[in-house]
């Protein structure tokens, strides 16, 4: 009897109750392991029908391209004319095929890209590519970031806008979005846009998308401030507490989250005996010494304790 295997009995053997299943590939069939009943068999199976026994021999035997991406403009699904200038067997093509193959590819390369948004994308995801190896982005949030480019070319507004602004607005909803401590001050440095229209961009994309976003915790912050000033692990736990404390009493409300970082690392590094001067947190942290100084009396006035400044 043929037994099919259905929705209610995937995972659970209607004979016994047993969820522990065994699936035979070699004999296409789905067994339970307590009682021995078939639930399923003429499986199909949808792996290869070749075998390898080694990474190399599996590479060359594969027959499928990469994965698709959004990091490139056309998902990676398009073909490309090679520039080798050789045929199937290895052997280099006449000049008058040359020609031919030349022309072919020119007028690939350019049908690959006869849309406007086509042309758009390509273009956006090579400053994409360019914008990540500056910053040391990782795939995941390359991906994120395309994903939010894409859907802005979609509804047509990226037109009339800075491509490299909207671009690093992407970016930086990302990281955002995947808790990075990153600023829009990190990637003026690589940028040809001001700080203003990459802000507006990123105005114009929570609003278009609907994302709901919260304001950057300071804590996300202190490692990348330790890391700079070459602290230790304590002051930065001690800095970690007093921001805890400090969002408990509520005197983190309405302050920039890199000036809170700061002033709390100033605090925990004369705490911890590796004192740091105001000037030299200001410079990790991307802000005034005004403001290092300004969260600092706040801190040490709502959270009771006495510091000596010049320990």
Request: glycine share 6%; aromatic share 6%.
């Amino acid at each position: 009897m043929d037994l099919s295997i259905s929705q209610n009995n995937l995972n659970l053997c209607p004979e016994c109750g047993n969820t522990n299943l065994i699936s035979d590939e070699a004999r296409g069939e789905i067994v339970c392991n307590v009682c021995g009943l078939v639930l399923g068999q003429r499986i199909i199976d949808s792996g290869p029908e070749w075998r390898a026994f080694s990474s190399e021999e599996a590479n060359k035997k594969v027959r499928v391209g990469a994965p698709t991406t959004l990091t490139l403009h056309d998902k990676g699904l398009s073909t490309m004319i090679g520039w080798k200038n050789k045929d199937a067997f290895g052997k280099s093509i006449s000049p008058k095929m040359k020609a031919e193959v030349y022309r072919l590819r020119k007028w690939h390369v350019r049908t690959r890209t006869n849309k406007s948004i086509d042309r758009n994308l390509a273009y956006a995801m090579n400053e994409l590519d360019r914008f990540s190896s500056q910053l040391n982005l990782s795939k995941d949030l390359k991906e994120s970031a395309a994903h939010i480019y894409r859907k802005m070319a979609i509804k047509n507004l990226i037109r009339g806008r800075s491509i490299e602004a909207m671009l690093i607005a992407s970016i930086y909803l990302s990281c955002r979005l995947n808790n990075i401590p990153k600023t829009l001050d990190d990637f003026l440095e690589f940028a040809m846009v001001d700080k203003k229209k990459i802000a507006r961009c990123y105005r114009l994309i929570i609003n278009e998308l609907k994302i709901n976003i919260g304001v950057s915790s300071p804590i996300n912050f202190i490692p990348r401030f330790c890391a700079s000033l070459n602290l230790s692990g304590r002051t930065q736990n001690r800095a970690a507490e007093l921001l805890k404390l400090a969002k408990k009493y509520r005197i983190t409300a309405g302050k920039a989250p890199t000036g809170l970082a700061g002033a709390a690392l100033y605090v925990a590094a004369i705490q911890e005996g590796e004192r740091r001067t105001q000037k030299e947190i200001s410079l990790a942290a991307g802000v005034t010494e005004a403001t290092i100084r300004n969260r600092y009396k706040e801190l040490i006035d709502h959270l009771k304790f006495e510091v000596d400044i010049y320990k």
